[in-house]
């Protein structure tokens, strides 16, 4: 995907270049957030920083690895050039700000947001003659809508998850602790092919059920237990998200049934408000819409959906103060849910890729069933 980096970062100096922000227009851009780097890059060193310089040149500046020969050069297929930092105690954004200098830059875009105040000040002290301006959340932005073979890579993420999932349903599952399962089936997402989990997964059974955080315990499983599993792969830095409930036991009593309903019918309902041009709040409020008339919406919880990518719960937010719209080729996901205190509750998570309705509207990446499952 190198010629797509080269892309990417073109796209990112147009974009500074062109900037009416408050901070003023960029002649060379340092790019310090580790996914950022990634998505400009497609590489993810430690501690590294990225320079998009005045001179036309890129140079991707990492921390210095007595170990590892120093990369001083261009790579054939790109023109991003590699080098690290002489001393283990240099700072890579610093050595950035300094590169930015020597090849003619008078303006440097930063992500205020990512650098702490000490960081900040040591650019502004080792370069005192070049005018920082905030990038804000460009690399962001430009992130949200993605190409096919990014949507190609979560798709993979998707499959490796359902695969891992379908499997820990197979096996005995009563007696066993959340923390127990949640180590299981981050196991088998690296079988099947993962780098690793998504993000830390969570089980939760019983009262735990539900929450849309839950931190996995030693509770075991237990006959007539509401299970809620939340887990999801990383493949080759996409990340993907699935949520599913099920009953442990020969059949779930009726107040499980009922509220198994009412979260599928709003997950449903936030799954078909997904098109190109809605605004986020809306597909928020067509979720929220259907437990609120059962009297569920103070445990709706703050969002939605959110989207995905080389992080989970970036851009876009689907809540209900969510500003702008959905574009073509924006994958989110749509995850209600309603926690019962002392009895437990319903999450019902899925990934899905925006798409118009005359390419047969949002693409469903996470496949496992969504019917109430008696394990």
């Known amino acids: 995907m190198s010629e797509v980096h080269v892309v990417r970062r073109s796209q990112l100096r147009e974009r500074c270049a062109a900037s009416a922000a408050p901070g003023g227009q960029a002649d060379a851009v340092l790019v310090s957030r580790p996914a ?24 991707l500046i990492g921390p210095a690895e007595p170990d590892r020969p120093c990369d001083d050069g261009s790579h054939p297929s790109d023109d991003l050039r590699t080098c690290e930092l002489s001393a283990p105690d240099g700072d890579t954004a610093v050595a950035a700000a300094d590169l930015a200098v ?34 804000a959340c460009a690399v962001e932005q430009q992130r949200v809508v993605k190409d096919e073979e990014e949507i190609a890579a979560l798709r993979v993420a998707a499959e490796i998850t359902d695969q891992a999932l379908g499997e820990l349903l197979e096996s005995i599952l009563v007696g066993r602790t959340e923390r127990h399962l949640a180590l299981e089936l981050e196991r088998r997402l690296i ?9 830390p997964t969570s089980v ?3 009262r735990h059920s539900g929450l849309a955080r839950h931190k996995p315990t030693d509770r075991r499983v237990e006959e007539g237990d509401f ?20 009953v442990i036991g020969t059949a779930p009593e009726d107040w499980q049934v009922d509220l198994y309903d009412l979260v599928f019918a709003a997950q449903r309902a936030g799954r078909e408000a997904l ?14 819409r259907v437990l609120a008339s059962a009297g569920y919406g103070e445990e709706a919880g703050p969002v939605t959906g959110h989207g995905v990518g080389l992080e989970i719960g ?13 574009d073509d080729r924006v994958p989110v996901t749509v995850q209600p849910g309603v926690h019962v205190p002392g009895r ?22 996470t496949i496992t069933t969504k019917e109430l499952l008696a394990l």
């Not at 079988?191 to 993000?199: I, L």
């Not at 970036?314 to 959905?326: C, F, I």
Request: hydrophobic share 35%; with cysteine; aromatic share 4%.
């Open 191 to 199: 079988d099947h092919g993962a780098e690793g989990p998504a993000f």
């Open 227 to 246: 299970l809620t599993v939340r887990l999801g792969a990383r493949y080759r830095g996409y990340r993907c998200q699935i949520g599913r409930t099920f």
């Open 275 to 288: 098109t190109p041009g809605v605004a986020c709040s809306g597909v928020d409020r067509s979720a929220r």
């Open 102 to 135: 020597r090849t003619g830059a008078r303006s440097l875009g930063v992500e205020e947001y990512h650098l702490t105040v000490a960081r900040h000040r040591a650019l502004a002290s080792v370069a005192p003659g070049l005018r920082l301006t905030d990038l």
């Open 36 to 59: 950022n780097i990634r998505y400009l890059t497609g590489r993810s060193p430690r501690g590294a920083a990225l320079l998009l310089g005045a001179d036309g040149q890129d140079t």
């Open 204 to 206: 939760a059974t019983g």
């Open 344 to 365: 437990g509750g319903v999450r019902i998570d899925d990934t899905l890729v925006v798409r118009p309705q005359a390419d047969g509207g949002p693409e469903l990446l």
């Open 314 to 326: 970036e851009d876009p937010q689907l809540s209900p103060a969510a500003m702008g719209k959905l």
